[in-house]
């Protein structure tokens, strides 16, 4: 079993960036693939990034590719998301989870194939 705590979450005004961490407990950290997802108020929860257990692989939302970057550091059992030229459109309670299920190149990008999730940190982004 994994406990997730993102932080990192804030205000911040559109054009900025920040960076988002995820600490994950225990020390089978490399055994997880990793995602990140958001949610704003009153949609669903969306997938934003996702990364393999070595961090080989990795893959995007369209709505944030290119602008955001998903890594992660396995001997510091983090995994981060780096978001660039934030837009009011991000805003939203980001949610970092992981999986122990695949193989160890695979990414997922589903909310259920994830098995455990952080509480989240919220990001909100003014015009």
């Known amino acids: 079993q994994v406990q997730l705590v993102e932080s990192g979450g804030g205000l911040v005004q559109a054009g900025e960036s920040l960076r988002l961490s995820c600490a994950a407990s225990?020390?089978?950290?490399?055994?997880?693939?990793m995602g990140w997802f958001r949610q704003a108020p009153g949609k669903e929860r969306e997938f934003v990034a996702a990364?393999?257990?070595?961090?080989?692989?990795?893959y995007y939302a369209d709505s944030v590719k290119g602008i955001f970057t998903i890594s992660r550091d396995n001997a510091k059992n983090t995994v981060y998301l780096q978001m660039s030229s934030l837009k009011p459109r991000d805003t939203a309670v980001y949610y970092c989870?992981?999986?122990?299920?695949?193989?160890?190149?695979?990414?997922?990008?589903?909310?259920?194939?994830?098995?455990?999730w952080g509480q989240g940190t919220q990001v909100t982004v003014s015009s």
């Open positions: 989870a992981a999986t122990s299920t695949g193989s160890s190149g695979t990414y997922y990008i589903t909310p259920l194939q994830y098995n455990y």
């Open positions: 225990g020390r089978t950290f490399s055994t997880y693939a």
């Open positions: 990364i393999s257990r070595s961090g080989s692989s990795t």
